[in-house]
């Protein structure tokens, strides 16, 4: 799951993304609401982490860019405004769930994984190739009935990959669905994951087959 956690307050900001990365989550910081608007232009998100007042601008302004930008994306606020009338007003605009501060790490990951048991508004929630499943909704994968536990970068790459099966994905694609904007790439560091998620489903019997496509990215397909 990719995360974009949008929080004016770094020390509070830092913490989250520490404890949001130990969970296997991808994790995007933005400080404000513009700086939110372009992390929508250029990723697609499962989840935003929203603080309402930010430094230039009302954060539920953001919901119908967010929205535009990832379809189906949950939206969970996070703010001090904590009135009857701030959480209505919070829920009317769109938001999925609304945890005032200050909250417990406990309470906002039961929350997280609340939301994420919801409905997906995407056409189909898992999809099938060959003898892999994959979850939409959760990310969850199963060979033959029996789940594999996939280290989240490959999670990602295979995610990314899935979604656009029999199709060539370009590297730039994966990249921004694997990596947040601050990691650092080595050149061969998406080739790495890719090469050992292949060799993982090759010995759980996937029956689907990762082919490089040179100068271009990668092409997933059942394997024949």
Do not use: W
Not at 92 to 99: I, N, P, R, S
Not at 121 to 134: D, H, K, Q, Y
Not at 140 to 165: N, Q, S, T
Not at 189 to 211: F, K, M, P, Q, Y
Request: proline share 4%; hydrophobic share 45%.
């Amino acid at each position: 799951m990719r995360i974009l956690l949008v929080e004016d307050e770094l020390r509070l900001a830092d913490s989250l993304r520490k404890v949001l990365e130990r969970e296997r989550f991808v994790v995007d910081h933005a400080d404000g609401v513009e700086a939110a608007r372009d992390a929508s232009r250029l990723g697609s998100f499962d989840l935003v982490l929203l603080d309402r007042s930010l430094p230039d601008g009302e954060g539920l302004s953001l919901l119908p860019a967010l929205r535009a930008g990832s379809p189906g994306v949950h939206v969970i606020v996070l703010s001090a405004r904590n009135g009857v009338d701030d959480r209505v007003a919070g829920l009317d605009c769109g938001a999925d769930d609304y945890l005032t501060k200050p909250f417990s790490i406990d309470e906002m990951l039961a929350r997280i994984r609340a939301v994420r048991r919801r409905p997906v508004e995407l056409a189909g929630a898992t999809i099938r190739a060959g003898s892999l499943v994959f979850d939409l909704a959760h990310e969850d994968v199963e060979v033959d009935g029996a789940r594999i536990d996939l280290p989240r970068r490959e999670l990602r790459v295979l995610a990314a990959l899935i979604r656009r099966r029999g199709r060539t994905v370009q590297r730039e694609t994966l990249e921004n669905a694997v990596f947040g904007f601050d990691d650092e790439i080595q050149s061969n560091t998406l080739d790495s994951h890719i090469s050992r998620l292949r060799r993982r489903l090759t010995a759980a019997g996937a029956r689907i087959e990762i082919h490089p496509i040179r100068g271009v990215g990668y092409l997933l397909r059942e394997a024949p």
